[in-house]
Every structure is written in structure tokens, then in C-alpha cells.
């Protein structure tokens, strides 16, 4: 009696501790296109302090896929768009995987291979036409290998795959891309793949500063909109965005179509005329993003599905062309300090070792750093007031069922 009783409260207390580990699932972005980031065995610690549990390579870096064996951390790895024409071949497709995929599991957890970034909104009539049956080789040669069961083949698609977007529920792919876009949902149902947009409200944000609402984009407070079809009310653009995703995938006969947020996020800095590319706006989305990710709501139109979020990106990359603010969306900066303040705590991040270290800031290699954004030192790991209660909370009523144990057992 008494064995089973403890054995029911140890049940229950590691029930209490699984709780709170599981918390959220964050997924980001590690782009590199930079020449001043650190080793990936640096980075580890970095993507743990924001609790991400999934992180999406643009390659299949080796040096990364090494770093991160053993680790728990849930790997896309992508084929760039100039690998489409030739991972038509399925040969050529088996072997990339052998040498790419294959070498790393199962040590490292490669999940997903994504195949081409936002390639139908290039408007280029011969790499679109490259897609699909890239995709195709790609899942056959994985089924050759007997790997289709554990990673899963994709694609990230810009929002611009859309032609209307607003209300969410008027969703709708743009016309010209329908008849190409039809056989890739067709082949997302059949192999059980998620389709995956990228979405900015950044963008929209910076194109029209003065008739969006900054509080809309940045999930602060505010009234919010209701879409007059669907009477749903919306308090932030990112989910108008998605739910008008769900609503063209609804429109063509997807309705049960897994949808991932590849890519979203916002820049820390950006020229004179990128309206609201500040370090206090970043943070903002991205705190506000990562809690809200954490609370386990999905959106107005798909309220109990989990959002499943990649943010953009892990760190700012120096060599990226385009605006300044291409090079800004990092959450960290080249020398591991965080980019500014997420104001989130190592809850959000999924982990109950809320005494971590602050991951060591790395020797900056670096020229171009502003010097004076000097948030190093604020980190991810402080713990807020009601991060803290909970922990308070679990903490006690340990206490209490470790002593009604021992009182047992005595
Ligand atoms: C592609 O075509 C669409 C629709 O015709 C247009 O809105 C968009 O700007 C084009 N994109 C590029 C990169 O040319
Ligand atoms: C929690 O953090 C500790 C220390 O940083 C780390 O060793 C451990 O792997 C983390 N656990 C999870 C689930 O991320």
C-alpha cells in the first residue's frame, strides 16, 4: 500500500516536473551568411537560453549537424534553389541525402528537408517548374532509404504566394500560382509534410507605417479588427496572416493541411526610410511572439492548433545584401550577446534549469557593431515576477508531497 501510494505521488511529481519542462516548442532560424558568427558548438548554448527546441538550417552545414549530435535539437536542413534543376535526378537526390542526411542520424534529429526558399514568387516559369519534382526525388529517395518516416520533405513559400490576404477569411493563392500550387498541397496530403510560409508583418508594417497599427504588428494592446465575414476578432496582423494562409488552403480543398510559420520576424535596425526597424520594436514582436507561442493558443480561425513558429533569425548577418535592416533580425549579435532584451525568462524557454549560465559573450570579431546598443549583459535568463511564482508554486507543493511521502514511508 504504502509502495503503491509513493509510487503514484513519484508519478504525480514527475507529471508536476513534465509540465513544466514541455512549456513551448520555439523553432529558429540559423542563417550564415556572415563571416564573424561563432563555432556551432558556441551557438548550442545560445539556442537552449531562448528555448528553442527546432532550428532551421538554409544548407546542411556538416560543422553544425556535428555540433548539435546529441543535443535533442530538432533540425530542418534545406537544398538552396540552385539545387533544384539537379535533385530532379533521383540519384543525385540519394545522395545528398546519404552524405547530408543519413551520416548525421540519428545522432542529430534532421526531422525535415526543405527544398528551395520562397521559389514561386521569383516569377521564374522554369525554376517553379523544377519544384515539385525536386520534392518528389527527394521523398523517393528517402523512401529508398527507408527514412520517410522520420524527415519529412517541404518547401517555404514567401506570403506573396497570396493574392488577397485580407479579411483573413477572403484568403485566396494568387491565380496565376494555382495550377502549380494544387499538386505540391497534393503532395504535402500525401506524405503527411507541412506547407510553410514565410510571414513579415514587418513588411507590411514598413510599406504603409501610417495606416498600420504598430500596436497591431507588434501583439501589443490594442482593439484589434473583426474580419465581417467570419466575425472573428483579430488583435495581431501575424495571425490575420496565417488564418488568410488556412483560408486559401480552405479555398482550394486543403482545409486539414498542416501549416508552419517558417520564417518570421523583425529587424533591430534598418535605414532611414525602414519605418520601425528600432531594437525596442524587435523586441517587442519577438518577445511578444515568444510568450504568445508559449500560451499554446493557435489563431482565431484555428484555435486548437499549436502555432508552429520559426523565428527570424538567430543572428545578424553581415554580408547579407539588401537594406540594412536584412542584416538586423538577429536576436543575437555575432559575439553571442543578445541583440536587446527578449524579456523573456528561461521558462518561456522550456527548461526548469532556471540557474543556467548566461551563455559567454564571444570574442567580437567583428568591425561593423553598433557599440553603444549595449545590451549584452540584460541576457535571456532573468527570471520575471510571475516566471518566478510558478516556480515558487511547483516548488511548494514538491514540498508538501516530499514530506507527506517521508510521513508515509515512516
Ligand atoms: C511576381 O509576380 C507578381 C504578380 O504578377 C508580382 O506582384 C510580384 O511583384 C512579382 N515578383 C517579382 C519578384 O518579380
Ligand atoms: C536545460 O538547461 C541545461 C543547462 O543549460 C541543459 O543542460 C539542458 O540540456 C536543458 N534542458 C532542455 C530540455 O533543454
Known amino acids: 500500500m504504502v509502495m503503491e501510494l509513493s509510487r503514484l505521488l513519484i508519478l504525480f511529481i514527475s507529471g508536476l516536473l513534465s509540465h513544466v519542462k514541455i512549456g513551448t516548442s520555439i523553432g529558429i532560424n540559423y542563417g550564415q551568411i556572415a563571416n564573424n558568427l561563432p563555432t556551432p558548438e558556441n551557438v548550442i548554448p545560445l539556442v537552449k537560453s531562448i528555448g528553442a527546441t527546432r532550428v532551421k538550417l538554409y544548407d546542411a552545414d556538416p560543422k553544425v549537424l556535428k ?24 540519384d543525385c537526390a540519394k545522395t545528398w541525402i546519404k552524405s547530408n542526411v543519413q551520416a548525421y542520424l540519428p545522432a542529430t534529429k534532421i526531422t525535415c528537408i526543405n527544398v528551395g526558399n520562397e521559389v514561386l514568387t521569383f516569377n521564374d516559369t522554369s525554376l517553379s517548374g523544377c519544384l515539385l519534382p525536386a520534392m518528389e526525388s527527394v521523398h523517393t529517395a528517402l523512401v529508398n532509404l527507408g527514412l520517410d518516416k522520420q524527415v519529412s520533405v517541404t518547401t517555404a513559400h514567401s506570403l506573396g504566394v497570396l493574392g488577397s490576404s ?15 500550387i494544387t499538386p505540391i498541397l497534393d503532395f504535402h496530403v500525401k506524405t503527411a509534410s507541412p506547407f510553410l510560409i514565410n510571414a513579415y508583418p514587418y513588411f507590411a508594417y514598413k510599406g504603409s507605417p501610417k495606416q498600420v497599427s504598430l500596436d497591431f504588428v507588434l501583439f ?7 474580419d465581417p465575414a467570419s466575425n472573428l476578432h483579430y488583435d495581431n496582423m501575424l495571425f490575420a496572416q496565417i488564418d488568410a494562409v488556412y483560408a486559401a488552403l480552405a ?13 518570421t520576424g523583425w529587424p533591430s535596425k534598418g535605414d532611414e526610410d525602414e519605418a520601425g526597424a528600432t531594437p525596442e520594436n524587435a523586441k517587442k514582436y519577438n518577445g511578444n511572439l515568444i510568450k504568445l507561442i508559449s500560451s499554446k493558443k493557435g489563431t482565431p480561425m484555428r484555435p486548437n492548433c499549436d502555432l508552429n513558429i520559426y523565428v527570424f533569425a538567430l543572428f545578424n548577418e553581415n554580408l547579407k545584401p539588401g537594406p540594412t535592416s536584412e542584416r538586423n533580425y538577429g536576436l543575437f549579435k555575432p559575439d ?19 540557474a543556467s549560465p548566461t551563455p559567454p559573450a564571444l570574442p567580437d570579431t567583428s568591425s561593423g557593431n553598433d557599440p553603444d546598443s549595449g545590451s549584452g549583459s540584460t541576457g535571456y535568463l532573468s527570471i520575471s515576477s510571475a516566471t518566478k511564482a510558478r516556480y515558487e508554486f511547483v516548488g511548494s507543493v514538491m514540498l508538501v508531497l516530499v514530506f507527506f511521502l517521508i510521513s508515509l514511508l515512516l
Request: proline share 6%; net charge neutral.
Open 67 to 90: 555540433a548539435f549530435a546529441n543535443t535533442g535539437v530538432e533540425f530542418t536542413v534545406s537544398l538552396g534553389n540552385e539545387y533544384l534543376a539537379k535533385m530532379r535526378d533521383p
Open 166 to 180: 485580407y479579411p483573413p477569411s477572403a484568403g485566396a493563392f494568387r491565380k496565376d500560382l494555382v495550377d502549380c
Open 220 to 226: 501589443q494592446p490594442n482593439q484589434g479588427i473583426v
Open 251 to 263: 479555398s482550394l480543398g486543403y482545409k486539414k493541411l498542416l501549416l508552419h510559420i517558417s520564417e
Open 336 to 354: 553571442g550577446s543578445p541583440a536587446y532584451s527578449l524579456g523573456i525568462s528561461a521558462v518561456t524557454a522550456a527548461n526548469t534549469t532556471v
